[in-house]
T-cell receptor, first 114, second 111 residues
Framework: GAVVSQHPSWVICKSGTSVKIECRSL??????MFWYRQFPKQSLMLMAT?????????EQGVEKDKFLINHASLTLSTLTVTSAHPEDSSFYIC??????????FGPGTRLLVL | GQQLNQSPQSMFIQEGEDVSMNCTSS?????WLWYKQDPGEGPVLLIA?????ELTSNGRLTAQFGITRKDSFLNISASIPSDVGIYFC???????????FGQGTRLTINP
């Protein structure tokens, strides 16, 4: 199957700093990528849909100025958590959609804000 | 937001037993996907279904896209310890771009 990578796999940062997470589709081009957040023992919660070359579409309740998304190429989308606070600590997972409309997920990034 | 009804929420079985889980929706879906997620990792795609009635196997796993387009099931035969994890169904509603996820089925296997 298609491979999606995420970097970093985990990050610890101080409150108030910004953190950037990269999502790459390694062996296919993805015009659409998605960013999810997952709390322990819960399902995935969609944060935003990222379309290459255009602005991301955010889900209700997700602050677009807090979670900046840039989909600059067909293989790369980035999520920047700006001015992170402890409540932003979570597991962030990206996924990329193939032309066959199958979604593949990255391995996730665990963020801990102190 | 819209969610799928996935059941059961958890299963405790003996190694070697067969497993069955399903997802239902009140609306029509164009795509059904089944994922497995291990602790601390992203979901891994197991089976993708694109047409009503489609029955697809992947090793010991079998999944079907319901004829009504409102449900799907996943069966695992002869379970082994590495089958332990959380299984998620996901579907794309007709006309929608994003997936809707079930709440997951946590599978535990007693040796």
């Amino acid at each position: 199957g298609a491979v999606v990578s995420q970097h970093p796999s985990w990050v610890i940062c101080k409150s108030g700093t910004s953190v950037k997470i990269e999502c790459r589709s390694l062996d296919f081009q993805a015009t659409t990528m998605f960013w999810y957040r997952q709390f322990p023992k819960q399902s995935l919660m969609l944060m935003a849909t990222s379309n290459e070359g255009s602005k991301a579409t955010y889900e209700q309740g997700v602050e677009k100025d807090k979670f900046l998304i840039n989909h600059a190429s067909l293989t790369l989308s980035t999520l920047t958590v700006t001015s992170a606070h402890p409540e932003d600590s979570s597991f962030y997972i990206c996924s990329a959609r193939t032309v066959q409309e199958t979604q593949y997920f990255g391995p996730g990034t665990r963020l801990l804000v102190l | 937001g819209q969610q799928l009804n996935q059941s059961p929420q958890s299963m405790f079985i003996q190694e070697g037993e067969d497993v069955s889980m399903n997802c239902t929706s009140s609306s029509i879906f164009n795509t059904w996907l089944w994922y497995k997620q291990d602790p601390g990792e992203g979901p891994v795609l197991l089976i993708a279904l694109y047409k009503a009635g489609e029955l697809t196997s992947n090793g010991r796993l079998t999944a079907q896209f319901g004829i009504t387009r409102k449900d799907s099931f996943l069966n695992i035969s002869a379970s082994i310890p590495s089958d332990v994890g959380i299984y998620f169904c996901a579907g794309r509603p007709e006309g929608a771009q994003k997936l809707v996820f079930g709440q997951g089925t946590r599978l535990t296997i007693n040796p």
